[in-house]
């Protein structure tokens, strides 16, 4: 921002500040109500309070954003910029149980539709493929801002340049990375 401050003729500090406020006061209100959440928490396990389901949900959902930040945060974040992850968090955060048990199903459905494709020796070209491909952006567009079909190249290519990634796919079958990034590829029109 200090370099269109200082080069841009037709910079707009006013609304510039006034954006940046309100950025600020979205911050604010959510770092509230996760206050509330964490004391909430404490007085819980202290036996002073107990919690509905809905507030159960609510910190669940907070502890997925936090191990995620904690495990990936710095590095996606610097690949992917602030704006992406934060959106996804606020995706999670917006999430019902049932959109949370759709996401996770997705997730679980993918994996075993990848084995059975890896074992019965399918091509990444197939009918298989392209629906485990929809699959996946399915999952993807779950936390996404904005789906792309460069992006989800991207995250295909992490897929097998990424050993944590590579051991997550392949952990029951080995061949699922590869095959999901060529399937990715074929279907979003990257293929070789």
Known sequence: MIRQIIYDDNFDLLAALEEHLRALEDQKTHVDALIALVTKSILTLKGETTMNDKEKFETFKEDIIRRHEEQYGAEVREKYGDEGIDEAHRKIRNMSESDYER???????????????????????????????????????????????????AVASTYISDERFRLYYDRNVSGCAEFLEKAIRCYTGAAE
């Open 103 to 153: 996401f996770k199903d997705l997730s679980d459905e993918i994996r075993k539709c990848l084995e059975k494709a890896v074992r019965a020796g399918i091509s990444c070209d197939s009918e298989e493929a392209r629906r485990i491909v929809t699959l996946h952006k399915d999952w993807l567009c779950m936390t996404w801002k904005e789906y792309t079909k460069a992006a989800h190249q």
